[in-house]
C-alpha cells in the first residue's frame, strides 16, 4: 500500500501529479483560503507525510496528534512556521525549498528598494486621481539609488544575489552576517561590518536573514535611530525581525525616510494597521518568489522532498540535519 499524504493548499498540477505517482494524496482543494485548524488536527492523525505552507502553524501539539507522520514538507525557504525541535524529537523529518526562489525573491528585493526609493506607488496613484497639474521642480521626489550604500543583513543565496544586483547600480555594499563571509567578499564586492555600523552607513538596509528567536525583533527603535534620517529599510524576509510598532514611530517621526515590506508580524496584515496610513511605506502581500516559474519549481521541489524522504534513504534539503 502506497503511503499517504496531506497536502494543505491546491497546488501546480504538475507537484500534484508527481506526489500522486507516489502516495495516496488528500489536499485541501482551495487555492487562497488555508486549511482551518480543525481540518488539519483531524488530517494529521493517519499520514506519513504531510506538504504544507508557510501559513500553517505545525507546533508540537499537532505532531504529538500524528502516530504516522515522518516527514513535513514546506513548501518555502523559511521554515519558522514549524516547530523544528519538536519534530526532531519525534523523529520527523523537515524539508525545505532552498536554491529555486534565489533569483526571483532578489528580483523582488530589488523591485521594492526601487519602487521605495522613487516612490512609484504613489506617483502612481497620484496621477490616477488627477493630482497631477504640472511638472513641478521638487513633484514626487525620492532617493537615488545608483551609487548609494546598501547594508545586507544576512548574507546568505538571496543576500548574495541582492549583491549582484547592487552592483550592477554601482553601490557600496555592505553586509553582516551570523559569520562573515571571507571567501565571498572579493568576489561579491562586498564588506563586512557590525550591524550598528551597517544601520549608520546605509542608504538601504536590506533584511534578509532567517527569522529565528535570536533575529526576532532584531531591528527595533534602538537600530531605528541608527539609521540615517534619509535611509531606507526593506524587509523580504520575516515580519517579526522588524519591530513594527517602533518602525511606525520612526517612520511618523522621521528617523527614517521611507520602508518598503513584503512580510508582517501578521499575514494578511489587518486592515486597519497603522502602517497603512502612512505614504512613505511601500506595502506588499509577500510575493518575493511570486514569478509563475518559480512558484511552480518550489512546489515540485516541495513535492521531490516528499517523495525522498519516503521513499530513498537520503532525504533531500533536509533541515532537521541532527535526524541522519
Ligand atoms: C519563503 O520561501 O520562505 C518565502 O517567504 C516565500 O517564498
Avoid at 555594499?173 to 562573515?180: A, E, F, P
Avoid at 544601520?199 to 528567536?213: A, G
Wanted: glycine residues 6%; proline residues 5%.
Amino acid at each position: 500500500m502506497k503511503p499517504s499524504i496531506y497536502v494543505t493548499r491546491k497546488i501546480p498540477d504538475t507537484a500534484l501529479q508527481l506526489l500522486k505517482e507516489h502516495f495516496l494524496v488528500e489536499m485541501w482543494e482551495e487555492e487562497e483560503t488555508p486549511v482551518p485548524r480543525e481540518v488539519l488536527i483531524e488530517k494529521i492523525q493517519t499520514v506519513d507525510g504531510l506538504y504544507c505552507l508557510l501559513t500553517e502553524q505545525v507546533d508540537q501539539g499537532l505532531l504529538e496528534l500524528a502516530p504516522n507522520l515522518k516527514v513535513i514538507s514546506n513548501m518555502a525557504v523559511g521554515y519558522n512556521n514549524i516547530d523544528i525541535k519538536a519534530a526532531s524529537n519525534k523523529g520527523i523529518m523537515v524539508t525545505n525549498t532552498p536554491g529555486v526562489l534565489t533569483e526571483s525573491t532578489a528580483d523582488l528585493t530589488f523591485a521594492l528598494l526601487m519602487a521605495t526609493a522613487r516612490r512609484i506607488p504613489e506617483a502612481s496613484e497620484f496621477l490616477r486621481q488627477g493630482q497631477w497639474k504640472s511638472w513641478a521642480p521638487m513633484m514626487l521626489t525620492g532617493q537615488d539609488i545608483f551609487g548609494a550604500t546598501i547594508g545586507i543583513v544576512g548574507m546568505g543565496r538571496i543576500g548574495e544575489a541582492v549583491a549582484k544586483r547592487a552592483r550592477g547600480f554601482n553601490m557600496e555594499i555592505l553586509y553582516y552576517n551570523r559569520s562573515r563571509k571571507m571567501e565571498k567578499e572579493a568576489e561579491l564586492g562586498i564588506s563586512y561590518v557590525e550591524l550598528n555600523e551597517l544601520l549608520q552607513r546605509s542608504d538601504f538596509v536590506v533584511i534578509l536573514t532567517p527569522y529565528t528567536n535570536e533575529t526576532k525583533n532584531l531591528i527595533s527603535k534602538e537600530e531605528l535611530l541608527l539609521m540615517k534620517d534619509t535611509a531606507i529599510l526593506i524587509n523580504v524576509a520575516r515580519g517579526g525581525i522588524v519591530n513594527e510598532a517602533e518602525l511606525y514611530e520612526a517612520l511618523v517621526q522621521k528617523k527614517i525616510w521611507a520602508a518598503g515590506l513584503d512580510v508582517f508580524e501578521q499575514e494578511p496584515l489587518p486592515m486597519d494597521h497603522p502602517l497603512l496610513t502612512l505614504p512613505n511605506v511601500v506595502t506588499l502581500p509577500h510575493i518575493g518568489s511570486a514569478s509563475i516559474k518559480t512558484r511552480i519549481k518550489m512546489a515540485e521541489l516541495a513535492a521531490q522532498n516528499l517523495i525522498h524522504a519516503l521513499t530513498k534513504d537520503t532525504p533531500q534539503n533536509l533541515v532537521n540535519k541532527d535526524l541522519l
